[in-house]
């Protein structure tokens, strides 16, 4: 009999396998961020996580890129420095959540839950 996951579960590999497939795409379009700094980097990431949640900038790839570059580096990316920021993304998230409607709940878990299968697949 297959075990089912957890929500928990599902959510950690979807979203570790949207990470890995970000940190690929950073890789294979040159690592433009290798030679900065880690102090400079780090101020990178803050600029970047601030002007995605404005809503200005060319981000998400410009923050997702620094995001990258950290992981690429064996670091973990400083979250710490942006407590507000990430608090205002759950709200938003939240907020997106609450307006959905069951059909489109529905249909979202079923993409999640298709791509948690293919995250363990991948992984086997």
Do not use: C
Request: hydrophobic share 35%; charged share 35%.
């Amino acid at each position: 009999m297959k075990k089912v996951p957890s929500t928990e579960q599902i959510v950690m590999v979807t979203l570790a396998a949207s990470e890995q497939k970000q940190i690929q795409d950073y890789l294979n379009r040159g690592r433009r961020h290798r030679s900065v700094a880690e102090a400079e980097l780090r101020d990178m990431f803050v600029e970047r996580m601030r002007e995605w949640v404005a809503g200005e900038g060319p981000a998400p790839t410009a923050f997702n890129d620094v995001e990258s570059e950290f992981h690429a580096r064996g670091l973990q990316p400083p979250f710490d420095l942006v407590p507000g920021e990430l608090e205002l993304i759950s709200k938003r998230a939240s907020e997106v959540i609450q307006a959905l409607t069951p059909e489109d709940k529905d249909r979202i878990n079923d993409e999640i839950f298709e791509e948690y299968e293919n995250a363990m697949k991948r992984s086997q």
